[in-house]
């Protein structure tokens, strides 16, 4: 396939959580095969770059709070889609799957949760926030010839408040936020664990990376495929 055609997928990259961007990448790309680019999202990159200015937020949980909202612009494409994703995620199938379907009007697709977290402490020790469209833009598949996507220049990303970006106010018209099925973005530990295994399964409490997050659901599926990561790496 020419690297033209492949579907970008950014995921956001915490220094803390090293070896989850790198299992949540070995599944994107086990399932996928030649059919993506995965590049992550370091914050460092892009200050370098020029690309992210805003002071640094001790507060923020993750490094890619805000640089998520760069996809589009790193994307580099008037056409098609990118996706962004959340470094705390397994992928259970072939992400390429969410394509099917789309409808080009929408500027993004999100799985629009609606819920109170379970937990008020998360990851490795950061406290939960709760806002409106918490954790819709924790895996979006944005649509880079929108106009509203297109809107998501560096200008905008450094200047804008928090909760315009995160709350998809830089999208002009509500229908323009596409809705996707729950197991493209489950949020384990928040909804009770279906009959079948989801297609991607987000620890957004926490994952087994972290010794306090060892006996969370579908963690024996994490470790799997970080032990095949690290065979792959091994034979290198």
Not at 7 to 20: C, N, P, T, W
Not at 204 to 220: H, I, K, L, R, S
């Amino acid at each position: 396939m020419n690297s033209a055609d492949k579907l970008k997928v950014f995921i956001g990259y915490d220094s803390r959580e090293d070896i989850a961007w790198q299992v949540a990448r070995h599944s994107l790309l086990r399932h996928s095969g030649d059919q993506l680019i995965v590049h992550p999202i370091r914050q460092n990159y892009v200050r370098d770059i020029g690309l992210y200015t805003r002071p640094v937020d001790l507060n923020a949980s993750t490094e890619f709070s805000l640089t998520r909202f760069l996809t589009p612009y790193l994307a580099a494409q008037q056409t098609g889609w990118a996706i962004f994703s959340d470094c705390d995620f397994l992928y259970t199938a072939d992400v390429c799957a969410v394509l099917e379907g789309l409808n080009p009007d929408k500027a993004v697709y999100v799985v629009k949760h609606e819920y109170e977290p379970a937990q008020s402490i998360k990851m490795d020790g950061k406290a939960q926030t709760v806002y409106p469209r918490k954790n819709w833009s924790s895996f979006m598949v944005l649509n880079c010839a929108h106009p509203d996507v297109r809107s998501l220049t560096p200008d905008l990303v450094n200047s804008a408040a928090p909760a315009y970006l995160h709350r998809f106010e830089w999208v002009k018209h509500e229908d323009h936020i596409g809705s996707l099925e729950l197991d493209w973005n489950f949020l384990e530990g928040e909804y009770p664990a279906p009959a079948t295994t989801p297609r991607v399964i987000h620890f957004t409490n926490g994952g087994p990376w972290f010794d306090e997050w060892q006996n969370v659901d579908y963690a024996d599926l994490w470790r799997q495929e970080e032990a095949l990561y690290r065979a792959s790496v091994e034979a290198q």
